[in-house]
DNA sequence: TTGAAGCATTAACCTAAATTAAGAAGTCAT
DNA sequence: ATGACTTCTTAATTTAGGTTAATGCTTCAA
């Protein structure tokens, strides 16, 4: 267990990397992102101040996940140890992947990110555009056009 | 913690419930669903023998999904105490959704079927189509249409 | 300071999947 | 057995979002 201070755009943690570790965010910014088949992004968590980031894979295998700063941050690095963590812990974050998948399949891209602004708030100003629309599952363009879309309709009142 | 027999359709449990509780699946198959707001109903797990199904929200709230039998079954009720459940099982669990959010954000529908079909080859038969689209996030039309694009294209070699 | 690279926006066009509708086949209760 | 449901399939049409491309902004290294 030991603290470290990354620049922005270190990564972390890359996709096939065994024996990883457990990110608690001190200060700054991190997210979680895979890289698929076709090598597009898919952001799949923010982590801001007091957030932890781990791979959810067993002690051996390979991670799927890259881990990167978005922003200047403070880290504190810890062995895995599944087994000590608080079960209450997991048991939130299985929570949150459940609201996660029942949206991606039952919301649409607008109504995600509507969701998204007011869950993380305090996220939407710090990172790039296309990392949101890669969380939310859709495009920069689409949710360019999506954002377009909510000001003039709110201006026309509809 | 006692035994119970259910006939096919019975609901076990009703989104909005307090006080759920954990069910083990000795024979038979159950199926975790939600119903959003359009009145769309989601598949969200299938659990056949051996299979336990919970909802993974605090002690006090109110579930967010309904539990069916989608055969006769029998199964283990037992109360609900996170704290005292094995994290490894919670960690794996976690694992299964992180896979199925990426999945559900890079995948096209025709490759989360045949994702589907590798990964619980024994369900497709004992589930109805619509059951199985619902849980890949897509229409029975579309699933139906992929399954027949698929079949076709086989035949022609491509 | 300036040029190159990355980012956001807009627009035209394209595609995957939703919607709607209709018909065939199976299941169920009476 | 018969009629009422439900499921599956197919097809026509529509729509959300992807792709591609052009334009103006930043940012940042040389």
Redesign the pocket.
């Known amino acids: 267990m030991k603290k470290i201070s990354i620049k922005k755009g270190t990564l972390l943690q890359h996709k096939g990397d065994v024996n990883t570790m457990v990110y608690e965010v001190e200060s700054g910014l991190l997210r979680s992102f895979s890289i698929d088949a076709k090598g597009k992004e898919h952001v799949f968590l923010f982590a801001p101040e007091g957030w932890i980031v781990a791979d959810a894979i067993a002690p051996e295998e390979a991670s799927e996940l890259f881990i990167e700063a978005i922003e200047d941050s403070i880290v504190i690095v810890k062995e895995r140890d599944v087994s000590s963590v608080d079960p209450i812990v997991l048991a939130k974050r299985i929570s949150v992947l459940q609201n996660r998948v029942i949206r991606l399949m039952s919301a649409?891209?607008?109504e995600r990110y509507e969701a998204f602004l007011k869950t993380y708030p305090d996220i939407v100003q710090r990172v790039?555009?296309?990392m949101i629309a890669s969380f939310l599952?859709?495009?920069?363009?689409?949710?360019?056009?999506?954002?377009?879309d909510k000001m003039r309709s709110s201006i026309k009142g509809i």
Chains 1, 2 share one sequence.
């Open positions: 649409s891209a607008i790039p555009q296309k599952g859709i495009t920069p363009e689409a949710l360019s056009k999506a954002k377009g």
